[in-house]
């Protein structure tokens, strides 16, 4: 079964990760179509500021379409290492809507994880993975494998 795939990554709360997430994407297509905003989370040239005057007062179209999004899809993944509240909500409202669910983040990046992802992480509808962009095949591999996923 061909899976839908939700990415999640800071958009407002920080494009430092883009080109990250553009690879994360690109790999994630191998287990299925990626669902959302992956033809501008991966974008390098997209900055919060061009982001914010595009998105103004489109707020609740936002919104309503992302959560109709986490309601069609299979299985969520998360890049959680950019601190943002968006992520963090959508999460919260996948983890609510009983999807599975990886978040995904770096230690190596300075930044301190929320313990509110960390202690979501149940080992089972949510994994939460420290990782290095060289492990993240075996990571998704483990990830897409797990009952039938």
Do not use: W
């Amino acid at each position: 079964m061909s899976q839908l795939i939700y990415f999640c990554g800071s958009m407002r709360g920080g494009r430092q990760d883009a080109a990250l997430y553009a690879r994360l994407i690109k790999k994630l297509e191998a287990y299925g179509t990626v669902h959302n905003l992956s033809d501008r989370i991966g974008d390098t040239t997209l900055t919060v500021e061009i982001l914010e005057v595009r998105e103004y007062g489109r707020e609740k179209m936002i919104h309503d379409k992302d959560v109709r999004m986490l309601e069609e899809c299979n299985v969520v993944v998360a890049e959680v290492t950019q601190p943002s509240m968006g992520v963090g909500y959508e999460i919260g409202r996948a983890s609510a809507m009983k999807k599975n669910i990886l978040c995904l983040f770096r230690p190596d990046s300075g930044k301190s994880l929320s313990a509110m992802i960390r202690g979501a992480d149940n080992g089972d509808q949510i994994v939460v993975k420290d990782y290095q962009e060289t492990d993240i095949d075996d990571i998704f591999k483990d990830f897409f494998a797990k009952d039938g996923l």
